[in-house]
């Protein structure tokens, strides 16, 4: 085969930030700063809070930057501190690097001036460190260079943005960018959303493991591992800082599709994928016939509600496995901590699993709580070595995911071994985790 790169807890509901957002339109734009009074200011430039909210809208929850955020002003003007992780996980396909970094950028939102410094590991070689724009899982061009100096690289002094770029600044639409000779269409990248916003960013695993079917082993028919299947990367901004609520909708496929589209729906009772209804269609990329889009998708008050619920997903159809079942499927929602996982799913695996204290299985692999992080990140799996048991941001490539999932490659049996297998619902949850960067949370 070729080789491609609760549980689930709720995210905060969007409907108070699209309201909030049109009592603040007079600010020019400002955006949603949480269920808590705030003492901001607004500039020509946009709005920002002075104060975090127990309702941020840039969770770093739901991003696979595992981005934090912050925000400060002055008497004279608003400033914006963001801090964000650098990661390969945001690039598609996923670069061979076990490289990171960090941005600490600073938005002034009265004067419009952009200030701050990246910093890298691993990658020693950079050739360019950038801001660019275009929203998550898509690209764009080049906005700022920074600079390269002793302790990384900088923004120019006296750097300032375009009308329309402040738009884009606050719709989620820049990302730092990090090349390299290796890599030279990104090693590293990070989305940057603004702080108390109104913004809200998830990554998606699109699988062939998570469509409708009646079978409790896959897709009928098909056999993941070994029967040539479309597999993706789904990443959803939505924007709830204007008058109206928007979504922008990028997947990145391996494969051929014939159709890709965003439903509204989720699981039934018994943790099954379900049918749900249509929301909107994507196009092909007409300079990458691998990309399908849309980034300007209108929503209801009822789809913003779906959103928050973990109620939407992307459904790929080929022409041999045509929508509305389709032939790969991921689900949008926010990724759970790794507490709730253990919680939730990997006391099942515990069970068995008690190592390290083999260099075989069960006992070689020790999932038990306080345990799990260091013994499945980043660590090359026992039945074959080549794979990571989790590869952060990159589900396919995460040996784990093949036993779960029951991939006809994998060495030994599916896992849970002997069953019950895990339905399409806790499937989905750790894929979020793992499409999320697998943090140790």
């Known amino acids: 085969m070729q080789n491609v790169s609760k549980c689930v807890t709720n995210r905060v509901p969007l409907i108070c930030a699209f309201l909030m957002s049109m009592c603040l339109a007079a600010c020019g734009g400002g955006g949603y700063s949480g269920g808590n009074s705030t003492s901001g200011s607004c500039g020509i430039y946009g709005c920002s809070s002075s104060s975090s909210s127990s309702m941020s809208s840039s969770s770093s929850s739901t991003s696979s930057s595992s981005s934090s955020t912050s925000s400060s ?6 400033v914006m501190s963001i801090s964000m992780s ?7 396909p996923i670069p061979n690097s076990n490289a990171s ?6 938005f002034d939102t009265t004067n419009g001036w952009v200030s701050g410094t990246v910093t890298t590991s691993g990658v020693t070689d950079a050739s360019a460190v950038t801001i660019n724009d275009a929203f998550a899982g898509n690209t764009g061009s080049m906005v700022v260079a920074l600079t390269p100096g002793t302790s990384g690289w900088a923004v120019p002094d006296g750097t300032t943005l375009t009308t329309q770029q402040w738009s884009d600044f606050w719709a989620g639409k820049l990302y730092v960018l990090v090349t390299s000779p290796a890599n030279p269409d990104g090693e590293l990248r990070a989305q940057i959303i603004p702080t108390n916003a109104g913004v809200w960013l998830v990554f998606a695993d699109v699988t062939p493991a998570m469509v409708v079917t009646s079978s409790t082993s896959g897709i009928p028919g098909l056999q993941i591992g070994t029967d040539n299947l479309v597999w993706g990367r789904a990443a959803v901004t939505v924007n709830s800082n204007s008058t109206a609520s928007t979504a922008a909708v990028n997947v990145n496929l391996w494969g051929t599709a014939s159709d890709v589209q965003l439903f509204t729906g989720g699981f039934d009772s018994n943790g099954n994928s379900m049918a749900g209804t249509w929301l909107s269609t994507l196009t092909a990329d007409s300079a990458n016939a691998s990309h399908y889009m849309n980034e300007s998708i209108s929503l ?9 619920s973990n109620n939407w997903y992307v459904n790929v159809g080929t022409s041999a496995h045509p929508l509305p079942n389709g032939e790969a499927r991921g689900q949008i929602m926010t990724p759970p901590t790794l507490a709730d996982l253990q919680s939730n799913i990997f006391h099942i695996c515990a069970a068995c699993h008690t190592g390290p204290t083999s260099t075989s299985l069960p006992s070689g692999q020790d999932l038990t709580p306080g345990h799990t992080f260091t013994s499945v990140v980043n660590v090359p799996s026992i039945e074959q070595s080549t794979l990571m048991r989790i590869r952060p941001g990159d589900p396919e490539n995460s040996y784990l995911i093949h036993k779960v999932e029951g991939w006809t490659t994998i060495n030994g049996v599916q896992m849970p071994y002997g069953g019950p297998y895990l339905k399409q619902a806790q499937i ?14």
């Open 86 to 92: 650098l990661t390969p996980a945001q690039i598609f």
């Open 73 to 78: 002003s002055s008497s004279s003007s608003s």
């Open 300 to 308: 209801s008050a009822s789809d913003v509600t779906n959103f928050t």
């Open 101 to 106: 970094g960090t941005a600490a950028l600073s």
């Open 428 to 441: 989905a949850t750790i894929l979020a985790w793992v499409t999320a960067g697998a943090p140790n949370n």
